[in-house]
């Protein structure tokens, strides 16, 4: 494999492979609630990527049992790990934060949390907190670009600097965080998202999940998408960027996802992103003719790493 997979590093940090199951704790979104805005991410589509159960009547211990129930105690699945998924899981008051996480640690069978939130949603309070909790925490903490001019374009309501600031001060904890990053947001071009990668290769991050932006039903960007002002990236172009993208990333980090995986009936445009592991196999095979990998661009030159 020409780059390190979240497979490869469960493989040799956890001796088997991590099962994440979603779990919706009914955290909102600074960027939805009227604290930022109301209208979100241009990307984000209402339901916040998250399953939706909660709405449904389960609270996270009925989730717990209903989607977790086939892997605990299963010899094969030795690392079932919650995953607060929707929205921003560190936004409100800390002391929720905290029944929440004693909430989650309670689960049966649970070997870890990971939790994903915005940079803006992680004070010193809260990240001790996470740090102090009876389970692995990881973060999963989204930056999408470190171009400020592109993330206000977007509507993220915060800036580099401060997923630099959080990314330190977790680190600093013993927190790992996987950043989440995008390749054709509108008005960027392949040096912008380069640049994106040489920013995460400065930072203790511990890995990435790249993403390629989609037209997310109910989402701002559909309105772009329909009156003609965006256009999602072709196929070609996305493998073609993340063949640069991943080469300079650190060889240590771990790339956890190549590509967006849309809910179902939430894809509008491209087509071509529902082809999950088509796009994956391209992308593999383009690092493949380039003869690269990841880190040759940066601080593993002169031969593969064995992860
Ligand atoms: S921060 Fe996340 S949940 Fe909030 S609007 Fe943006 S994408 Fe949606």
């Known amino acids: 494999m020409r780059y390190r997979t979240l497979a490869a590093w469960c493989r040799r940090r956890l001796g088997g492979r991590m099962r994440k199951i979603p779990l919706d704790a009914g955290f909102s979104c600074p960027n939805r609630d009227g604290t930022l ?5 241009v990307f984000c589509n209402q339901a916040g990527s998250g399953t939706g159960l909660l709405h449904k009547g389960f609270d996270p211990r009925a989730q717990w049992d209903r989607l ?11 690392h079932p790990w919650a995953y607060l998924q929707s929205f921003s ?6 002391e929720k934060l905290a029944a929440v996480l004693a909430q989650v640690a309670a689960l049966p ?12 949603c992680l004070d010193p309070e809260k990240l001790d907190l996470l740090t102090a909790a009876p389970l692995p ?6 930056l999408q670009s470190a171009n400020d001019r592109t993330l206000a374009r977007i509507n993220r309501g915060h800036d580099a600097a401060c997923f630099a600031r959080a990314v330190t001060g977790a680190a600093a904890r013993g927190l790992d965080v996987c950043a989440h990053v995008i390749a054709g947001l509108p008005g960027e071009t392949l040096e912008d998202f380069l640049a994106t990668m040489d920013f995460l290769a400065a930072l203790p991050v511990w890995g990435v999940k790249f993403h390629n932006l989609f037209v997310a039903r109910g989402s701002l960007l559909e309105r772009s998408w329909r009156a003609g002002e965006y256009q999602p990236m072709e196929r070609a172009a996305y493998v ?5 993208a991943i080469p300079r990333l650190r060889a240590d980090m771990v790339v956890e996802r190549i590509n ?7 894809l509008l445009a491209p087509d ?36």
């Open 272 to 307: 071509w992103a529902s082809d999950k592991s088509g796009v994956i196999r391209d992308i593999r095979q383009a690092l493949k003719d380039l003869d690269t990998w990841q880190g040759r661009d940066r601080d593993a030159p002169d031969a593969m790493p064995q992860w």
């Open 68 to 78: 977790a129930a086939k892997f605990v105690n299963d010899p094969d699945e030795p």
């Open 37 to 41: 805005s109301f209208g979100g991410c």
């Open 89 to 94: 899981n560190t936004h409100g008051p800390v």
């Open 109 to 120: 069978g649970v070997r870890g949390l990971c939790l994903g939130t915005r940079p803006d």
């Open 137 to 142: 925490v990881r973060l999963e903490l989204g």
């Open 240 to 244: 073609a960027w993340m063949a640069r």
């Open 260 to 266: 967006a995986d849309p809910a179902p009936g939430e």
